[in-house]
């Protein structure tokens, strides 16, 4: 048998019959004892207490006081058991028969005969505290609270969990006392007739309604429908009104003032919620119309930052978490079974995460290709022309799946988001949704045939032979005739072979040992980059101090252009932002002075290496487009410099 238990029941009781919340060990052992002994034949768990009493209640207490449920206090005269658990029990009891106290005001520390410790209550203010506890969960710490109306209007003590709803009901049996008595609800129905011409009938209606079945009203109130919020705000107003008018005001009275204090506050509340949940509704929806438009793909911090048609930010009209939660079901729940979701995430290769709309993942897809065809188709086409101007060729000229690969790398480069579209599987997904659709999908925008994605190339259409002919077409005729053109590439590459010997071989190491040759290979080269490094590094101080304006240094410049096109408030989404541009900017720059060789490294090379680089998809969506390519540049020189 749990004693513990048993003996805190029996301390509450105690406590409550005798009206004070400290009781004696030595007044409370010997009740213990006497009231075990005379009830032990009928109450078999109090046949537990009758022997040997003091020594299992000291036992008990100690356990008690651990827990936390009692506190012991000695002093001169002896021990005192504090249980805490007394005001509780008073204010719970004084709640027990709310329809029989309707004529009373709330109850307070007077009419309970309590006073309160202070670390046992928490005031708060009817205006300002109590419509936050409404929308919060209810706290337990401390466990009582004192809720002080203005204008002399009193207290009332409660505890946390009353505040939902148990607050309002008791409210509304006080308004509903008030309306039957003395005839208040003709008169009340009188004084408020104007407010609601030509709804006098929904007037009555509802005061009659009050009167039988109170606490309807509140799922009514919840609604805060056009009529409902208007007659609550009116009826309250009308009974304070009235009361305040009188001099000498009686307990039903008060009561009736409170309760309309705290009908008024629940009606505001539900009011004020409604509004948001709409403005919310409305904010959703401008969001989906959002993710409707193009470009069709968002990251998260791009849907924070939409806004609605008067540019107001959406976000503020819902709130983070509302966000989080709606993105979240979007992304994994469905309203037709077996189907995919509505809206879809695209996982980058670093790291990037997309938000597409299911139906509009074709569209995208095919803007894409639109959209990288021209780079890429231009970028093979200078590319063959070089090599064939130069008697050179590559295996994506013969090869169809170099001609692929060459493809895929290209379309990484120009557009990688498109890439990661591609290799995502519920693309193919998306695809088999619409081909089992009631119109299916046309033929010509299909990507994928048996369950295999279409060849890039078809999907950009291009051709390896007609882009063949094209460059040839651009070259001096010669180019087209075999022989000729053949002689040519066999003594360019004999002389190419001869240039790249002579500059491998050092004179002097031209009797010695193959390792002797490597060994001066090795030194001549980091000779030449240590003079290439340090050619950039002067080409790049020189541009440097034309492009920081008086005051700043390079890092204090970087950091104020940095803050006009890095706009993103999270600190570590912008940080990643930061990196992966400042990480495209060393990849690119690396590939470039690997290809210029020898070609000078002027300022308008370094601008024409920014202005490439602001004119890739992923950078042209970010904001303040010249204070990005300054960035660039400066960051350019930077690396360079250091």
């Known amino acids: 048998?749990?004693?513990?238990?048993?003996?805190?029941?029996?301390?509450?009781?105690?406590?409550?019959?005798?009206?004070?919340?400290?009781?004696?060990?030595?007044?409370?052992?010997?009740?213990?004892?006497?009231?075990?002994?005379?009830?032990?034949?009928?109450?078999?768990?109090?046949?537990?207490?009758?022997?040997?009493?003091?020594?299992?209640?000291?036992?008990?207490?100690?356990?008690?006081?651990?827990?936390?449920?009692?506190?012991?206090?000695?002093?001169?005269?002896?021990?005192?058991?504090?249980?805490?658990?007394?005001?509780?029990d008073v204010i719970q009891q004084a709640y027990r028969n709310i329809d029989e106290s309707a004529e009373l005001p709330f109850p307070d520390e007077n009419s309970l005969g309590i006073?309160?410790?202070?670390?046992?209550?928490?005031?708060i203010n009817i205006e300002y505290d109590l419509p936050n506890l409404i929308a919060?969960?209810?706290?337990?710490?401390?466990?009582?609270?004192?809720?002080?109306?203005?204008?002399?209007?009193?207290?009332?003590l409660l505890l946390p969990a009353m505040i939902q709803k148990r607050l309002l009901e008791i409210a509304l049996l006080k308004v509903r006392h008030y309306l039957r008595s003395h005839n208040n609800k003709e008169y009340i129905q009188h004084k408020l007739a104007p407010a609601f011409h030509g709804k006098e009938t929904q007037l009555r209606d509802t005061l009659n309604h009050l009167l039988v079945r109170p606490f309807d009203a509140i799922r009514d109130m919840e609604a805060s429908g056009d009529f409902i919020y208007p007659f609550w705000a009116y009826l309250c107003t009308q009974i304070k009104n009235d009361i305040k008018k009188k001099n000498d005001r009686l307990p039903e009275d008060m009561a009736a003032l409170q309760a309309v204090l705290v009908v008024e506050v629940y009606?505001?509340?539900?009011?004020?919620?409604?509004?948001?949940?709409?403005?919310?509704?409305?904010?959703?929806?401008?969001?989906?119309?959002?993710?409707?438009?193009?470009?069709?793909?968002?990251?998260?911090?791009?849907?924070?930052?939409?806004?609605?048609?008067?540019?107001?930010?959406?976000?503020?009209?819902y709130t983070q978490e509302a966000l989080e939660q709606y993105l979240k079901t979007k992304t994994t729940t469905s309203d037709v079974?077996?189907?995919?979701?509505?809206?879809?995430?695209?996982?980058?290769?670093?790291?990037?995460?997309?938000?597409?709309?299911?139906?509009?993942?074709?569209?995208?897809?095919?803007?894409?290709?639109?959209?990288?065809?021209?780079?890429?188709?231009?970028a093979i086409s200078q590319r063959w022309f070089k090599l064939m101007q130069n008697y050179e060729n590559e295996p994506?000229?013969?090869?169809?799946?170099?001609?692929?690969?060459?493809?895929?790398?290209?379309?990484?480069?120009?557009?990688?988001?498109?890439?990661?579209?591609?290799?995502?599987?519920?693309?193919?997904?998306?695809?088999?949704?619409?081909?089992?659709?009631?119109?299916?999908?046309?033929?010509?925008?299909?990507?994928?045939y048996k369950g295999t994605l279409v060849p890039l190339s078809e999907l950009l259409l291009l051709k390896q032979k007609d882009l063949l002919t094209d460059v040839k077409v651009l070259l001096p005729f010669w180019y087209s005739l075999p022989i000729i053109s053949s002689v040519i590439a066999f003594f360019k590459q004999r002389s190419?072979?001869?240039?790249?010997?002579?500059?491998?071989?050092?004179?002097?190491?031209?009797?010695?040992?193959?390792?002797?040759?490597?060994?001066?290979?090795?030194?001549?080269?980091?000779?030449?980059?240590?003079?290439?490094?340090?050619?950039?590094?002067?080409?790049?101080?020189?541009?440097?101090?034309?492009?920081?304006?008086?005051g700043h240094t390079i890092d204090s410049y970087m950091e104020e252009l940095l803050d006009r096109w890095n706009r993103i408030i999270n600190v570590d989404a912008k940080n990643n932002l930061t990196e992966d541009v400042n990480s495209l900017v060393r990849d690119y720059l690396r590939r470039t002075i690997r290809s210029l060789k020898n070609a000078p490294f002027t300022s308008d090379r370094i601008s024409n290496l920014a202005e490439a680089l602001v004119n890739t998809p992923n950078l042209q969506k970010l904001p303040a487009q010249e204070s990005l390519k300054l960035y660039i540049q400066l960051y350019i020189i930077k690396l360079l410099t250091e």
Not at 115 to 123: F, I, S
Not at 136 to 156: C, R, T
Not at 422 to 444: A, F, I, Q
Not at 501 to 529: I, R
């Open 1 to 88: 048998m749990s004693s513990g238990t048993d003996l805190y029941t029996i301390l509450r009781l105690y406590a409550n019959k005798n009206r004070t919340p400290q009781v004696s060990v030595a007044a409370f052992l010997q009740f213990l004892e006497k009231y075990a002994k005379h009830y032990e034949a009928e109450l078999a768990d109090l046949a537990y207490w009758a022997q040997d009493t003091g020594r299992k209640v000291w036992s008990e207490l100690s356990k008690l006081a651990e827990q936390g449920k009692v506190e012991l206090i000695t002093d001169e005269v002896g021990t005192v058991i504090s249980i805490h658990q007394f005001y509780i």
């Open 115 to 123: 006073v309160l410790p202070a670390n046992q209550v928490r005031n």
């Open 136 to 156: 919060q969960k209810p706290e337990e710490n401390p466990p009582i609270l004192k809720l002080v109306f203005p204008d002399n209007g009193g207290s009332a």
């Open 396 to 448: 994506a000229m013969q090869d169809e799946e170099a001609f692929e690969q060459e493809l895929w790398e290209l379309t990484e480069r120009f557009s990688p988001t498109l890439v990661a579209l591609l290799d995502d599987k519920k693309l193919y997904l998306v695809h088999t949704e619409l081909e089992k659709g009631e119109n299916g999908s046309p033929e010509h925008t299909r990507l994928f």
């Open 267 to 317: 009606n505001n509340f539900y009011k004020g919620k409604v509004t948001r949940e709409k403005e919310a509704e409305t904010a959703f929806r401008n969001l989906e119309l959002q993710l409707d438009k193009a470009p069709y793909y968002y990251t998260i911090d791009e849907i924070i930052r939409f806004t609605d048609t008067k540019g107001v930010p959406l976000l503020g009209q």
């Open 337 to 378: 079974k077996d189907k995919l979701p509505d809206l879809l995430i695209v996982q980058g290769h670093r790291g990037e995460k997309w938000f597409v709309k299911k139906s509009k993942m074709l569209v995208l897809c095919f803007k894409l290709l639109g959209e990288v065809r021209p780079k890429v188709k231009m």
């Open 496 to 550: 190419r072979k001869r240039k790249k010997t002579k500059k491998s071989v050092s004179p002097s190491v031209v009797s010695g040992t193959p390792e002797e040759a490597t060994q001066a290979d090795d030194t001549q080269s980091e000779v030449n980059q240590r003079d290439r490094r340090k050619e950039l590094r002067e080409a790049a101080l020189k541009v440097k101090n034309r492009l920081i304006p008086e």
